[in-house]
C-alpha cells in the first residue's frame, strides 16, 4: 500500500486559495488519488479522485505532477465552512489508507 | 445525504451486552466498508465486502463480527466489547473495490463502551 505524507495542519483567510499537498512516493502504476473531507463526528466526503495531470470539479482541482510522486488538492476562494480535515488517499477502494489528514482552520 | 444510512446513531453499552450496528446503502453499489475512528486518530479499515463476500479483515479482534445478508446491508455484531473499543464505527460504500470508485460513508455510530 502507498504511504502518505500531509501536512499535519494549515490556516488560511476566508477568500483565500488553499493548496494541500500530499507525497506518495510509492505509488502503484494502477493507483487513483482521491481526496475527502471530514467533519466532527461525521464521515468523509468525497472530494475529487484523479490519475494524472489536471482534474478540476465544482468545488476543488487536483493537480498531479507526470511523476505522480505527489498530488496538490487546491480550494479556492475558502470560506468558514472549509474548515475540517482533509484525507489524501492513494489505491484503490478496498486497499487504501487513511493517513492522519490535514486539518485546515479558515479564519474570518 | 441519505445514499448510506447507519443505526443507530449513538450507542452506550456495557462491557457484557451484545449489540449490532446496521448498514444500509441505498446507491445501488457492490462494496461495503466498516471503519473504526477514535479520538483524534485517522479512519482504520476494519472490514470490506464485496458481493457479499469479505475481501478484507485487518486484524479486527473476534470480539466484532460482521455480516452482509445481501449487498444493501452490512452488520457489525458486537460483544464483550473493551472501552478502548469506543469510537465512531463508519460505514461506506463504493460501486466496486477497483481502482477509479469513491467511497461514500454513512454518517457514523457513536459507540460508548462502559
Known amino acids: 500500500l502507498a504511504k502518505t505524507t500531509q501536512p499535519i495542519s494549515m490556516d488560511s483567510y476566508e477568500g483565500q486559495e488553499v493548496n494541500i499537498t500530499c507525497s506518495h512516493n510509492?505509488?502503484?502504476?494502477?493507483?487513483?488519488i482521491t481526496w475527502y473531507q471530514q467533519f466532527p463526528s461525521q464521515g468523509p466526503r468525497f472530494i475529487i479522485q484523479?490519475?494524472?495531470t489536471k482534474v478540476t470539479n465544482e468545488v476543488a482541482s487536483l493537480f498531479i505532477p507526470a511523476d505522480r510522486k505527489s498530488s496538490t488538492l487546491s480550494l479556492p476562494r475558502v470560506s468558514l465552512s472549509d474548515t475540517a480535515v482533509y484525507y489524501c488517499l492513494v489505491g484503490n477502494a478496498g486497499k487504501s489508507t487513511f493517513g492522519d489528514g490535514t486539518t485546515l482552520t479558515v479564519k474570518p | 445525504e441519505t445514499g448510506v444510512t447507519q443505526t443507530p446513531r449513538h450507542l452506550v453499552m456495557g462491557m457484557t451486552n451484545k449489540k449490532s450496528l446496521k448498514c444500509e446503502q441505498h446507491?445501488?453499489?457492490?462494496?461495503m466498508y466498516w471503519y473504526k475512528q477514535s479520538a483524534k486518530k485517522p479512519l482504520e479499515l476494519m472490514f470490506v465486502?464485496?458481493?457479499?463476500?469479505?475481501?478484507e479483515n485487518n486484524s479486527v479482534p473476534s470480539r466484532f463480527s460482521p455480516e452482509c445478508p445481501n449487498s444493501s446491508h452490512l452488520f457489525l455484531h458486537l460483544h464483550t466489547l473493551q472501552p478502548e473499543d469506543s469510537a465512531l464505527y463508519l460505514c461506506a460504500s463504493s460501486p466496486s473495490t477497483g481502482q477509479g470508485y469513491e467511497q461514500y460513508f454513512g454518517p457514523g455510530t457513536r459507540l460508548t463502551v462502559t
Open positions: 484523479g490519475y494524472k
Open positions: 446507491l445501488g453499489h457492490n462494496a
Open positions: 465486502y464485496s458481493l457479499e463476500e469479505r475481501v
Open positions: 510509492n505509488i502503484a502504476t494502477n493507483d487513483y
